[in-house]
């Protein structure tokens, strides 16, 4: 018999951590001129970083509704994602990224979500430029 909450985590994603001096597994970030962080892309970076975190996740784009509802009119894709708590996805910050279908996307929000329990689910927020 199939678990109930497992079967609807079909996408994997992995979770990048940036930081500013060359530490293992992180991405380097530099300053612009203007003395704002600067990411690097992990998948053009060389050498390519290791995600500190990889898991299967759900993802359920904000409707057009919710962004209306919401004033945001921007050239961005809000999208949800679930993940299965645990002590590393619990780590995950705003100021990570993930990686997920392919596309970068920039962690703007982490809180528990749904299911039986504490700790059970993360729903993180994210968004991508198109």
Request: proline share 5%.
């Amino acid at each position: 018999m199939a678990r109930s909450g497992a079967a609807r985590l079909d996408r994997r994603v992995a979770f990048y951590r940036y930081a500013e001096t060359p530490a293992s597994g992180k991405v380097t970030a530099t300053r612009n001129a203007l003395n704002e962080v600067v990411r690097p892309d992990p998948a053009t970076a060389t050498p390519a970083p290791d995600p500190f975190c990889e898991a299967w996740a759900a993802r359920m784009d904000l409707s057009d509704a919710e962004r209306l509802k919401a004033g945001i009119e921007d050239g961005f894709l809000r999208t949800r994602w679930t993940v299965r708590s645990n002590a590393k996805t619990r780590s995950i910050t705003a100021g990570d990224m993930m990686i997920a279908d392919g596309r970068n996307w920039d962690i703007k929000g982490v809180k528990e979500a749904g299911g039986s329990g504490r700790h059970r689910y993360l729903e993180i927020t994210a968004v991508e430029e198109l």
